[in-house]
């Protein structure tokens, strides 16, 4: 696995054996950061990483140079893989070892990007969307982006601005239009 862009573009990183993380392509990597940064500046947000896996996206945030990173995982190999990772990397990413709907449900913070790149099979992934606006965890204008398969869709979701397909991962975009009506550029 390795960072695609950002002050650490091209290093490689091995997250622990027989891990049960799915790591988010590379190319759906490049398409979804060509998405972002070409509508959010990602040297200002307040970044929240649910189902980190191995951490790759919260490394692209910060080898992009986002000041504030928050990553929760509940295998404990990748939380203790994520740390490591942060601290020999430099990045200011605060990692938390929870459920990620606990974590929802009591977290105090708002955030201006989310992602959630949860288990396809997830029981819960239709439920990520309506639990992230109940519990108000967007700022304003915030972004909260769902990575899934094919075999969901959210495009009846109002708050969904767009959909992206990458092959069988998908990103569906949804918005908190509290004080935004931008539509999303790039691919």
């Given at each position: 696995?390795?960072?695609?862009?950002?002050?650490?573009k091209?290093r490689?990183?091995?997250?622990?054996?027989?891990?049960?993380?799915?790591?988010?392509?590379?190319i759906?990597?490049e398409?979804?950061?060509?998405?972002?940064?070409?509508?959010?500046?990602?040297?200002?947000?307040?970044?929240?990483?649910?189902?980190?896996?191995?951490?790759?996206?919260s490394y692209?945030?910060?080898?992009?140079?986002?000041?504030?990173?928050?990553?929760?995982e509940?295998?404990?190999?990748?939380?203790q893989?994520?740390?490591?990772?942060?601290?020999?990397?430099?990045?200011?990413?605060?990692?938390?070892?929870?459920?990620?709907?606990?974590?929802?449900?009591?977290s105090?913070?708002r955030y201006?990007?989310?992602f959630?790149?949860?288990?396809?099979?997830?029981?819960?992934?239709?439920?990520?969307?309506?639990?992230?606006?109940?519990?108000?965890?967007?700022?304003?204008?915030?972004?909260?982006?769902?990575?899934?398969?094919?075999?969901?869709n959210?495009?009846?979701?109002?708050?969904?601005?767009?959909?992206?397909?990458?092959?069988?991962?998908?990103f569906?975009?949804?918005?908190?239009?509290?004080?935004?009506?931008?539509?999303?550029?790039?691919?």
């Open positions: 696995m390795r960072i695609i862009s950002g002050i650490h091209g490689h990183f091995h997250p622990p054996r027989k891990n049960p993380a799915r790591p988010t392509t590379d759906a990597k398409g979804l950061f060509n998405i972002l940064s070409n509508n959010l500046d990602l040297e200002k947000l307040h970044f929240l990483d649910l189902f980190s896996g191995t951490g790759s996206i692209e945030m910060g080898s992009r140079a986002c000041p504030d990173i928050t990553s929760v509940i295998y404990a190999p990748n939380v893989f994520i740390r490591r990772m942060a601290e020999e990397l430099e990045l200011p990413i605060k990692v938390y070892r929870e459920d990620v709907f606990h974590f929802i449900e009591h105090e913070s201006d990007l989310i959630a790149g949860p288990p396809y099979p997830l029981k819960r992934l239709n439920q990520l969307p309506d639990l992230i606006f109940e519990y108000q965890l967007l700022k304003p204008g915030g972004w909260f982006v769902l990575e899934h398969s094919p075999s969901h959210f495009d009846a979701d109002e708050r969904c601005r767009a959909r992206r397909n990458y092959g069988q991962t998908n569906s975009i949804f918005i908190n239009r509290e004080e935004c009506e931008e539509e999303i550029s790039g691919n």
